[in-house]
């Protein structure tokens, strides 16, 4: 083919979401091989000048970027890729670094007036000590993605404790109130919102809301789409989902988490949850099933997020 490219393939690495990353990779792969395209793999280890003399031997023409996760997603790869100057897929330094910063993301997404739950950053030893506001509220890591590590403590329940006991994310959490209804997310391509989709978790799989096992588990969810929701809350939706990836400064592809509270006598309620840079890509993701309904193949997918790569800062 007459614009076949060389594409470097960065999966795997070194962050809890590995082998999410090398199943996204592999299909990743597969699809710009299909394409024409000549690639080549890279699964980053500690060691950040062997990746550079990889990457230097490799010559690619573009990096398609598909780790997950810390240094992958969080604007660590993307500094090194601007430093030598390749062109690479997604969003660039500041998007992912914001985005992988819930903190951050949060508070620019309350500066583009979007919808988030009330929240606030707190340290794990504060609590210990007590809830730092009425239950149920959700625990999360700062920067993990995957929903990694996040946990719902509901009211006279002892899981605040066990949370402190097993929490490895650092000297934070941030906890927003727990917002009932359903879970709904809606993939970005550049300035256009695809679909939206409805998550539900697995019945009988213990499974509160959609976190990793139900994520990445065959049959651990299913996904409705569109969502039988309301026309009107479908198209505001989207419209934030737009919103946030502009507000983020990302690039290529992300995908927005939302709850959608529909269980009280009023109208429904949309609160974003957060933006993922780095979209998964494996066989049971969210992104590629939704450019499927809308009449993109895995592959032209996959062709389209490299033609939009670049060096954004």
């Not at 230097?56 to 023409?61: F, I, L, M, V």
């Not at 719902?152 to 917002?179: C, D, K, M």
């Amino acid at each position: 083919m007459s614009n076949s490219k060389r594409i470097t393939v960065l999966m795997g690495g070194i962050s809890s979401e590995r082998e999410v990353s090398l199943a996204s990779g592999k299909g990743v792969v597969e699809a710009l091989r299909s394409l024409g395209h000549t690639v080549s793999t890279l699964d980053p280890g500690a060691d950040l000048a062997a990746l550079v003399t990889t990457l230097t031997e490799q010559k690619p023409d573009v990096v398609f970027n598909a780790l997950h996760g810390r240094f992958g997603e969080d604007g660590c790869i993307q500094g090194v890729l601007n430093w030598i100057g390749v062109p690479y897929t997604h969003s660039g330094i500041r998007a992912s670094a914001t985005a992988m910063d819930k903190a951050a993301a949060r508070a620019v997404f309350l500066s583009a007036g979007l919808p988030v739950a009330d929240g606030k950053l707190v340290a794990i030893e504060d609590l210990a000590k007590a809830d730092p506001m009425p239950a149920p509220y959700v625990v999360k890591p700062v920067s993990e993605g995957s929903s990694v590590g996040v946990s719902i403590v509901r009211s006279g329940s002892n899981t605040r404790q066990e949370i402190v006991e097993n929490w490895r994310y650092g000297p934070h959490a941030l906890v927003e109130a727990f917002i009932p209804g359903k879970e709904i997310t809606i993939g970005v391509l550049g300035d256009r919102a695809l679909t939206v989709t409805d998550i539900t978790p697995a019945p009988g799989g213990g499974h509160d809301f959609y976190d990793y096992d139900a994520k990445y588990t065959s049959g651990g969810s299913s996904h409705v789409l569109p969502a039988a929701i309301d026309d009107a809350v479908s198209k505001q939706a989207c419209e934030i989902a737009v919103a946030a990836h502009q507000a983020l400064g990302c690039s290529g592809a992300s995908r927005s988490d939302f709850r959608l509270d529909d269980t009280g006598p009023g109208p429904a309620r949309l609160v974003l949850l957060e933006v993922n840079t780095q979209p998964g890509m494996t066989a049971t993701s969210l992104l590629p099933e939704q450019a499927a309904y809308c009449g993109i193949s895995y592959p032209e997918l996959c062709g389209w997020l490299v033609e939009q790569a670049a060096c954004p800062q």
